[in-house]
């Protein structure tokens, strides 16, 4: 996403990345960031947590408007958990999950051909 906004921005088109991996981020030099210390896969915070993906999202679009400087970074002030210690587990598989992740897994592979085969369109 980084080099995709450095492109639209070379091409006239302003840009705003949201994200969490920073060290990468900042690497590729976009010029405006927002960095938000979650979980990959979440952005704007915490799934059914409105609230504060709203307030990120506007954090975003207050970044577009006031960052003059090339490569802006801004960090959000959200803490995913009071309990720090997601970061050692998060993705985590090890034998005290793996039946359960691998039965979860079957269990979404068959709701997905079932809406295929209904002709349905589903992300989830």
């Known amino acids: 996403m980084s080099l995709v906004a450095r492109q639209l921005e070379e091409a006239g088109m302003p840009t705003v990345v949201i994200g969490a991996g920073r060290d990468i981020v900042e690497h590729c030099g976009v010029p405006r ?3 938000t210390d979650f979980p990959l896969g979440n952005p704007v915070g915490r ?12 954090m975003a ?9 090339p490569r802006t970074t801004v960090q959000t002030p959200f803490v995913w958990s009071d309990d720090h210690s997601w970061r050692d587990r998060f993705m985590q598989v090890d034998d005290s999950n793996r039946a359960k992740l691998a039965q979860l897994g079957e269990q979404r592979r068959k709701e997905q051909a ?3 085969t209904d002709g349905r369109a589903r992300s989830v």
């Open 33 to 35: 960031f927002l960095f």
């Open 47 to 58: 799934p059914g947590d409105a609230d504060m993906q709203r307030q990120c999202v506007d």
């Open 61 to 69: 679009f207050e970044l577009f408007e006031r960052a003059f400087a």
């Open 114 to 116: 079932a809406a295929k």
